[in-house]
């Protein structure tokens, strides 16, 4: 479903950031779940387009909009400083805020919504799908590369813009106490997935488990890893910079690189309804991992290194069970396209769970010969 916002209103709020030139179109871009995305054009007077993405932030999932753009800044600056002081791996960059016209990174709506803007990249994209692991590789380098970018920035100056974001024991017992109430009446038709879940029950511990002994560090991390969201040149196929730092807090490396996998590692849709699509490629996940360890097998330790593999089961059983619990409480969290689109989602992805389970091995093994290879 598109937005309600009106092309009137993103207009206004074009022209209040410091763009030269005239507003020539504006289009909105649907593949996000969570913000309101515009893509604009400006026309300077000697004929020069220029393109830039307006984003409204969504403040019934970031209760701190303010939050949520403070962290972004502090982000993008502590790249951009780093970069600029060393020759580091570019790719872990992030994209340039462009300032409202009062110098400020963001501009109020009359709904009291937050807008931001940003350059927009000419000739890159973004992919919902992997084609080649060449692709795979780019995007992994270009994760890994920015949490190398952001270990040094300390985890004080950033706010938790979703708190347990990825407590998977807590999306857990949230999901159950969402079935227990069954406000929509839609937990009949959900037994099956529910069945799968419940089965699984023992596994949302394990990487709360290793954080809580002090196996696994807790670092800055970006907390979104779609694989959509790294923009990749279309020409030379390389990964250029990623995207939306909204989650950009402490949490476990474990987490992004599992949802790089979720994101890349089969052919099919996040969405997919004709499950026998929904595949685990190994050259796409070894390509994941060769790029991954490619920026990050430096600062990796050895519990975070062997649970690489199981955190891509994990974080797609969380994404699962979060999808399941916002059909089962009437659509309020992810923006969706029709009725039962959050159903959909969900089973992709325990199908995509169930695909990993059958891999696991083979991608346990993977990830130890990459990484005996590297030493
Ligand atoms: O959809 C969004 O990007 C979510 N982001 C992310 O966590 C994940 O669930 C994804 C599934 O495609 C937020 O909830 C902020």
């Not at 060449?134 to 995007?139: E, F, M, V, W």
């Not at 994760?143 to 807590?170: K, Y």
């Not at 002090?214 to 030379?236: C, F, Q, W, Y």
Request: with cysteine; aromatic share 8%; hydrophobic share 40%.
């Amino acid at each position: 479903m598109s937005s309600l916002i009106g092309l009137e209103a993103v207009t206004g709020i074009a022209l209040k950031f410091a763009i030269e030139g005239k507003l020539t179109s504006a289009e909105e871009i649907e593949t996000g779940h969570i913000n309101s995305t515009w893509k604009v054009g400006f026309e300077t007077e000697d004929g020069e387009v220029r393109r830039f993405i307006l984003q409204r932030i969504n403040a019934s999932v970031f209760k701190d909009p303010m939050g949520v753009m403070r962290n972004v800044e502090r982000v993008t600056r502590h790249i951009n400083e780093r970069v600029m002081r060393k020759k580091e791996d570019v790719s872990g960059q992030t994209l340039a805020l462009y300032p409202g016209r009062d110098g400020r990174f963001w501009v109020p709506d009359e709904a009291d919504g937050i807008w931001r803007c940003y350059n927009f990249i000419e000739g890159c994209r973004t992919y919902d799908v992997v084609e080649n692991e060449g692709q795979a590789y780019q995007a992994a380098r270009a994760f890994g590369a920015f949490q190398d970018l952001v270990s040094d920035l300390s985890p004080e100056l950033l706010v938790e813009t979703i708190p347990g974001f990825h407590d998977t024991r807590s999306r857990y017992e949230h999901l159950m106490a969402v079935v227990e109430e069954n406000a929509c009446g839609r937990v009949a038709e959900v037994g099956e997935e529910l069945a799968f879940i419940r089965e699984r029950e023992g596994e949302v511990d394990r990487v709360l488990n290793l954080l809580g002994r002090g196996d696994i560090p807790l670092r800055i991390t970006h907390n979104d890893t779609k694989i959509n969201n790294v923009m990749i040149d279309e020409a030379s196929d390389e990964a250029v910079c990623v995207i939306d730092l909204d989650t950009v807090m402490p949490g476990s490396v474990l987490y992004d690189f599992g949802d790089l996998v979720r994101t890349a590692v089969s052919p099919a849709e996040e969405d997919e309804t004709e499950l026998s699509k929904i595949v685990v490629r190994m050259p796409i996940f070894e390509a994941l991992v060769d790029g991954y360890l490619s920026s990050a097998g430096g600062f990796l330790n050895d519990s975070e290194v062997t649970n690489l593999a199981f955190s891509a089961k994990l974080i797609t059983l969380e994404v699962a069970m979060r999808f399941l619990t916002d059909h089962l409480e009437g659509d309020r969290y992810f923006k969706i396209h029709h009725a039962g689109h959050n159903l959909e989602r969900c089973r992709a992805q325990l199908r995509l769970v169930a695909e990993l389970e059958g891999k696991m091995g083979e991608m346990e093994a993977c990830v130890l010969d990459r990484v005996k290879t590297l030493s």
